[in-house]
């Protein structure tokens, strides 16, 4: 099984300012996919961003954009402009490329927006 | 759009009865998966589909049963509730494997006591 390893239990960023999100994943395969997902206190979960591992080029999506270190096995979510709706769960979570079949998330991180 | 709908929302079951956990989807998506999520620990899967009439095991099945007769169901079984599946309960879906996201139930939150 693949291991999907979120560093910070707790964050908190000030609104307006930046902060990113730490993920590290496991794998010995070329082909995958990477995924961050939101779970705001409603327990729904929302995806912020996705990246191909076969793409160079980073991810971005309005305020959320990734650094994609493949060699690191690292993949961070930054989230520019904070806002406090940003508050909630973020998960990272792997796919396979080979077998697709599974996604494998790490323990999350909870984000707390400060006005 | 109503995409994955899951029930019930919320549910307290006695040691040793037993429920079922419903999952719906309207996506024509062949990929269904369920999944708990505890405190810390993120979210372990349970059991997954790649379509129906096919269904395997995931990280923790123990105590669970599938199956998936049609494309848009996939109902979660417990048998003999015991206090350690007191947890949230994701079901999930997605068109088919590699880069195409899971679409996430609004979970059900279960309590055995």
């Known amino acids: 099984a693949q291991t999907v390893t979120q560093s910070q239990p707790e964050m908190s960023v000030q609104e307006a300012e930046t902060v990113t999100l730490s993920c590290t994943y496991d794998?010995?395969?070329?082909?995958?996919?990477l995924f961050w997902y939101k779970q705001p206190p409603s327990r729904q979960m929302i995806l912020v961003i996705r990246?191909?591992?076969?793409?160079?080029q980073n991810a971005t999506e309005n305020r959320f954009s990734v650094n994609f270190q493949k060699a690191a096995k690292s993949f961070s979510l930054k989230i520019s402009d904070s806002q406090l709706g940003d508050a909630a769960m973020y998960f990272c979570a792997y796919r396979s490329g080979n077998t697709g079949n599974q996604f494998y998330f790490g323990t999350g991180t909870s984000l707390t927006v400060i006005p | 759009n109503a995409g994955v709908t899951q029930t019930p929302k919320f549910r307290i079951l006695k040691i040793g009865q037993s429920m079922t956990l419903q999952c719906t989807q309207d996506?024509?998506?062949?990929?269904m998966y369920w999944y708990r999520q505890d405190p810390g620990m993120g979210l372990k899967l349970i059991y997954y589909s790649v379509g129906a009439g096919i269904t395997d095991k995931g990280e923790v099945p123990n105590g669970y049963n599938v199956s998936r007769s049609t494309t848009e169901d996939f109902p979660l079984r417990l048998e003999l509730a015991a206090p350690s599946q007191t947890s949230v309960y994701f079901c999930?879906?997605?068109?088919?494997?590699?880069?195409?996201?899971?679409?996430f139930g609004q979970g059900t939150r279960l309590t055995v006591v």
């Open positions: 996506m024509n998506h062949n990929y």
């Open positions: 794998t010995s395969e070329s082909d995958y996919y």
């Open positions: 990246q191909e591992a076969y793409k160079q």
């Open positions: 999930a879906s997605s068109l088919g494997p590699l880069n195409t996201e899971a679409f």
